[in-house]
Nanobody, 122 residues
Framework: QVQLVESGGGLVQAGGSLRLSCAAS????????MAWFRQGPGKEREFVAA????????DYADSAKGRFTIARDNAKNTVWLQKNSLAPEDTAVYYC???????????????WGQGTQVTVSS
């Protein structure tokens, strides 16, 4: 089992920045691809960004490219999502996810956090 706990959400004005954190425990963190997803009001959950176990590979949704950066520190069992130039459409619950299959990025994720709310005001 892998336990994931997100933090760092909150209320921010459009154009602002926010950094989300996800702390992992339970298994060897460096074995896992980590990712961020989000689910906006009335929308389906969507992929935001992923990072391979070594951090050599990253993948971003088109909506995140150029604005969001995913990073990890295997020594701290933590993955972050730095979000800049936020817009109201970025309002969502953001979820951290983990999976240890070899292919990057995975087609699905085995472990999920509870989510953290991000609200961007206009």
């Amino acid at each position: 089992q892998v336990q994931l706990v997100e933090s760092g959400g909150g209320l921010v004005q459009a154009g602002g920045s926010l950094r989300l954190s996800c702390a992992a425990s339970g298994r060897t963190f460096s074995d896992y691809t980590m990712a961020w997803f989000r689910q906006g009001p009335g929308k389906e959950r969507e992929f935001v960004a992923a990072i391979s176990w070594s951090a050599r590979s990253t993948d971003y949704a088109d909506s995140a490219k150029g604005r969001f950066t995913i990073a990890r520190d295997n020594a701290k069992n933590t993955v972050w999502l730095q979000k800049n130039s936020l817009a109201p459409e970025d309002t969502a619950v953001y979820y951290c996810a983990a999976d240890n299959r070899e292919h990057f990025p995975p087609s699905s994720y085995e472990y999920w956090g509870q989510g953290t709310q991000v609200t961007v005001s206009s």
